[in-house]
């Protein structure tokens, strides 16, 4: 059974999302930790409820990026976590992290890459007009949001929407997308290889995977 640790910074509904799914058995693995850069992060509570291991790492506490991530990766290691899923970590890894866990992290991000990499993307999205938006959910590499995407999800963008509109439709399919694409990985479906995602053993497009 793989071994699961959730990377958060905040709310943690996916990290909810992926809770939910591991109990009603839709991800076979197991939720082995939850580590928050925020001691205020709502999602430890979350964790905490589902008697989930939780362990905060603060950049006040640690006098460099690098140190902190080599702290944080220590405690993967001792978790023994097979698989790290950034669920709203909003803290870039250092690249010594990023190449210790390589083909290991999952990343899902609020907007259709390679638009919108980086903050703001509802903002960015409505400012330029777009008549659609979205999730994706990627490997991570060096690069920020950069990495093989694995699954994307559209949603439209009304005329009269509010960026709270957008959002709710947005964070609908991560929460439906996130498990699932989860649940690849613990049945070893879905893996890394020279920077690109295979699923089944197929090489996904630049899109990510596609019903069609
Ligand atoms: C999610 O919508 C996720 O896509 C976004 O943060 C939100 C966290 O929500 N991630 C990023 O922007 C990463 N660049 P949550 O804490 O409720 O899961």
């Known amino acids: 059974m793989k071994k699961i640790v959730v990377l958060i910074s905040g709310n943690g509904s996916n990290l909810q999302a992926i809770i ?21 992060a709502f999602g430890l509570q979350r964790a905490k409820k589902a008697k ?6 603060e950049r006040k506490n640690f006098s460099s990026n690098l140190d902190m991530d ?3 990766a220590e405690q993967i290691e001792a978790l023994e976590a097979d698989l790290i899923v950034l669920a709203g970590y909003m803290k870039i890894l250092s690249n010594e992290f990023v190449e210790r ?5 999952l990343n899902i991000h609020p907007s259709l890459l ?11 999205a409505m400012e330029a007009g777009d008549s659609e938006h ?5 490997f991570v590499n060096q690069i920020l949001d950069g990495g093989a995407v694995i699954l994307q999800a559209k949603v439209p963008i009304f005329p009269d929407d509010e960026v709270e509109d957008v959002v709710e439709r947005v964070q609908e399919q991560e929460h439906r997308c996130y498990p699932l694409v989860i649940e690849w990985f613990c049945q070893n479906r879905l893996v ?5 995602a ?4 197929v090489c996904l497009p630049p899109e990510g995977y596609s019903s069609d």
């Open 20 to 40: 939910d799914a591991q109990t009603s058995g839709r991800i076979s693995g197991k939720l082995c930790g939850v580590i928050a850069n925020k001691s205020d």
């Open 114 to 124: 390679p638009k919108y990499a980086g903050l703001n993307t509802y903002q960015r």
């Open 101 to 105: 866990f390589s083909g290991k992290i």
């Open 192 to 196: 890394e290889r020279e920077g690109k």
């Open 52 to 57: 989930i291991p939780a362990f905060v790492f």
């Open 198 to 201: 295979y699923l089944d053993s």
């Open 134 to 138: 979205g999730m994706t959910i990627h």
């Open 70 to 72: 080599l702290a944080i």
